[in-house]
């Protein structure tokens, strides 16, 4: 199941072990109960990083190579990520809170027990990747590329979901339900294993029929 955060840096169960960090970010560096708070990084790399027990408060990525980083119990509030390479990357018990990514390449990543919440995601390729226990609450998705992911246990509650594309993913146990809109560019027939609504039937119906090569006409 999803785990709950905080959502002041005061109430994490290791905020009095933050240290504050310094300089650059550094490639296959072990980041362990490191505070990265405010300001921006530009083109560094991090790739291979550890990020164990960190938080991030008010962080500007931009350009930045995370390439297979892990990140374990990491907490990131009102962060920009833009145009970052979050490709193979693994995220446990972590929480993304009041933020923007845009322009990420997050392909071929694993997440279990993540939450996004009150997030803003445009143009994130979550293409290969696995989810699994992950919770987009409040959040818009614009353009976000599911293609060929695994889905299992995710929701979206109060989330607005704007051509979102599901071409070849699998899903499984994915509760729709909650999603304020769903508005799905491709991939009608990967929501075989999601939960969705009878309203959500009736709205997608006209994008189910297209798929599906159906021609309505009343007359």
């Known amino acids: 199941m999803p785990r709950s955060f905080p959502e002041q840096l005061a109430d994490l169960p290791y905020a009095e072990l933050l240290r504050p960090h310094a300089g650059p970010l550094r490639s296959d560096a072990r980041y362990d109960t490191t505070h990265f708070d405010g300001g921006g990084h530009t083109d560094e790399s991090a790739a291979?990083?550890?990020f164990l027990e960190c938080a991030f408060t008010g962080v500007s990525l931009s350009g930045v190579k995370l390439r297979q980083a892990r990140f374990n119990e990491?907490?990131?509030?009102?962060?920009r990520w833009v145009a970052c390479d979050l490709s193979d990357t693994e995220w446990q018990d972590s929480a993304f809170l009041g933020g923007v990514l845009a322009g990420v390449a997050g392909y071929g990543s694993a997440l279990?027990?993540?939450v996004?919440?009150?997030?803003?995601?445009?143009?994130v390729n979550l293409r290969a990747a696995v989810l699994r226990d992950v919770v987009f609450e409040d959040c818009?998705?614009?353009?976000?590329?599911f293609g060929e992911a695994k889905l299992t246990g995710v929701s979206f509650p109060g989330s607005t979901l704007e051509e979102v594309r599901l071409r070849g993913a699998v899903l499984s146990g994915t509760d729709l339900r909650g999603a304020a809109r769903l508005g799905l560019?491709?991939?009608?027939q990967g929501l075989r294993g999601a939960v969705i609504s009878s309203a959500q039937l009736l709205e997608l119906a006209p994008q189910f029929?297209?798929?599906?090569g159906i021609e309505v006409k009343d007359r």
């Open 209 to 212: 029929a297209h798929a599906l």
């Open 185 to 188: 560019a491709d991939g009608h």
């Open 112 to 114: 279990r027990r993540v």
């Open 116 to 123: 996004f919440r009150g997030c803003k995601l445009e143009a």
């Open 74 to 79: 990491v907490w990131v509030q009102a962060g």
């Open 48 to 50: 291979g990083a550890v």
């Open 140 to 145: 818009l998705l614009r353009d976000v590329d």
